[in-house]
């Protein structure tokens, strides 16, 4: 018989175009674990809807990151690619969870006070409540392992106390997930300020790459990185700008930080970028090309999420049965 494989899940919100963090930190790692796990990748638009969006804007982002994970090769019969939206269970597992979730732990999360300090009492629900829906989206799948850049990790912490809570009241439900977080490029930085990461709401568009961004404007952007006047390519905390072009560069050329010192000793920056430079565009053109080639046939993209919807429905639906068994809901019979 065959050995059931270890389930992944993760997703990423169609908030903004995706950047080059999301494509590291993210992608480019589900890419080298799809043929060891049975995967389901999610664009995940009811965590986006969190902030107001435009449905046009919307419509046409969701497509454009089905259309990412397919065009940087996650292949589509091996994966169960979805949209979230697609499959109630969601947001029917997140309401049951929200009943085994305190206030407490959900108002000590980063993102929710960084959110909520900007946005004041006209904060949505939603954005507080954001947390539990993600850890339905992981627990409905069984997930063992979460592959997600670092600023998720406390999310994923929450999403496994939470099913231990549920376990402890009843009996064993979920696996409790672990995060896969990578070593090299779990965090990607704003290229105008290399304290904060590269986001696609930040507002300075010199701060990020997208992955759809051509050519000239990404060397334009690297161009103008904030580096430092030391004019040492190192790696080193004293030089966040410099340090942060390296793990880029690293990660790409799959070079160590100690090689890449080493080939741009005594060098300076104007190469050292333009590489950088050159490296991005290596690895996004192909890219960009069969995304437009994607976007160009809906038809393609709607059987594809079709198929991922009926899989990712199927299975989820079975945790959600047990969910409500165990909580006391009357199950009504087929
Ligand atoms: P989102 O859409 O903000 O980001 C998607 C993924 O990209 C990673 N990422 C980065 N990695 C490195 N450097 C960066 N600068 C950078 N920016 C973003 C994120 O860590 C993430 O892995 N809440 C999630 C989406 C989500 C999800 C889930 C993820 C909803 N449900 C269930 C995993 C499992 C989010 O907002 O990601």
């Known amino acids: 018989m065959e050995e059931k494989r270890k389930v992944i899940f993760s997703g990423i919100k169609p908030s903004g ?6 494509y590291i930190g993210a992608i480019k790692n ?42 940087s090769g996650i292949d589509p019969d091996k994966n169960t690619l979805f949209i979230q939206s697609h499959v109630p269970v969601h947001s029917e597992a997140a309401w049951l969870l929200n009943c085994y979730t305190y206030m407490g ?16 009492d006209s904060i949505s629900a939603g954005l507080f409540n954001y947390p539990v829906l993600m850890a339905a989206d992981i627990l409905i799948y069984n997930a063992d392992l979460v592959p997600v850049g670092k600023d998720q990790k406390q999310h994923l912490e929450i999403a496994r106390d939470i099913a231990e809570r ?8 979920f696996v409790i997930p672990d995060a896969y977080i990578p070593t090299e490029g779990a965090k990607i930085m704003d290229l105008q300020d290399a304290s904060k990461k590269m986001s696609k709401s930040e507002e300075n568009p010199n701060g990020y790459i997208l992955i759809m961004d051509p050519p000239e ?9 904030v580096t430092d006047s030391l004019g040492i390519v190192k790696y080193s905390d004293e030089q966040p700008g410099v340090k942060n072009l390296i793990n880029i560069l690293s990660v790409l050329t799959k070079a160590s930080p100690e090689e890449i010192e080493k080939n741009y000793e005594g060098k300076g920056y104007a190469q050292f970028k333009s590489d950088v430079a050159e490296a991005i565009i290596k690895e996004l053109e192909p890219i960009q090309t069969k995304v437009k080639e994607l976007m160009a046939n809906k038809s393609y993209l709607e059987e594809i999420y079709k198929k991922g919807a009926e899989k990712a429905n199927y299975v989820s639906m079975k945790t959600l049965r047990k969910m409500q068994k165990k909580i006391g809901l009357i199950p009504i019979s087929k």
């Open 166 to 173: 549920f376990n402890n009241i009843y009996s064993p439900t």
């Open 105 to 120: 732990e959900l108002s000590r999360m980063t993102q929710y006070k960084d959110k909520s300090q900007k946005l004041g």
């Open 30 to 71: 589900w890419v080298k674990l799809q043929d060891e796990y049975d995967c389901y990748f999610c664009v995940v638009d009811l965590h986006a809807i969190t902030v107001r969006q435009e449905p046009k804007d919307l419509r046409q982002r969701t497509l454009e990151i089905l259309s990412i994970y397919i065009a």
């Open 17 to 22: 175009d995706l950047t080059l963090g999301n």
């Open 217 to 225: 404007v990404i060397r334009k952007k690297v161009s103008r990185a």
